[in-house]
């Protein structure tokens, strides 16, 4: 897909510290100067971890988020690929991975760069799996790591905080995840099927964004939507 076409899916333009990119609504975004596709938090087998401790959940997790991933690797045709940390959700999330979704996954790496972020569930690089682990990267302006530096930091993009915004219009309130940045930094919505998101207005976020420049781009059925930092809700 070209650059030019991104409105046609319903995906946002953005700048980040001077860096052109595009916010697709299945949560991925891609930097066309770099040919770079960004996810983060997929949480690959968390039904499984979850079932490793006696806690049953419906084990369709791991398709699903693949599902979405071959999409938007098929719609972007990336060079390289950076999954920003969490990609599975514990440490033997990529040993125990049944073989039909790692050939699945695998096939996705295949003639592309792939970097993995060491995230805090899986510090480690995934077992049985090609691609570099890496703390973090920096490519043209910006600098991708798991989670975000807690005092200014101009082009960091990170994870880690699976950042969600709610509105409320007419009486009826909408939670959605979202990007959310002031154009100076990014933190990426959790991409993962069984993730959850945090409001962006929680004090987790205070420090992380110039509000006065902030914009929330949330994600909606088949489109990104912008919402500027006045209008979001707390809860």
């Known amino acids: 897909m070209t650059i030019a076409a991104h ?24 930097l066309p100067a770099h040919g770079l596709l960004v996810v983060s938090d997929l949480h690959l087998e968390k039904g499984a971890a979850f079932a490793r401790r ?6 369709y997790d791991t398709a699903a988020t693949l599902d979405r991933l071959a999409a938007v690797v098929a719609a972007w045709r990336p060079a390289a690929v950076i999954s920003l940390g969490d990609s599975f959700h514990d440490t033997n999330g990529a040993r125990d991975m049944p073989a039909p979704f790692r050939d699945r996954l695998s096939l996705l790496m295949k003639d592309r760069d792939w970097f993995w972020i060491a995230g805090n569930h899986d510090p480690e690089p995934p077992a049985g799996l090609s691609g570099r682990t890496v703390r973090e990267i920096a490519v043209g302006c910006l600098l991708f790591r798991h989670e975000p530096a807690g005092h ?4 960091e993009v990170a994870g880690h905080l699976h950042p969600g915004a709610r509105i409320v219009r007419r009486g009826r309130s ?3 995840p979202c990007f959310a940045t002031d154009g100076r930094r990014l933190v ?4 993962g099927a069984l993730t959850g998101a945090l409001n962006v207005r929680d004090r987790a976020f205070a420090r992380l964004f110039d ?3 902030f914009r929330a781009y949330m994600l909606g059925t088949g489109r990104v939507y912008p919402v500027a930092g006045r209008m979001l809700a707390p809860g």
């Open 7 to 30: 409105a046609e899916i319903g995906a946002a333009l953005i700048g980040v510290a001077g860096e052109e990119a595009v916010c697709d609504p299945a949560g991925a975004l891609f």
């Open 54 to 59: 006696g806690v049953m959940m419906p084990p």
């Open 152 to 155: 200014a930091c101009d082009g």
């Open 174 to 176: 909408v939670r959605r």
């Open 188 to 191: 990426m919505p959790a991409f």
């Open 211 to 213: 509000w006065a420049a």
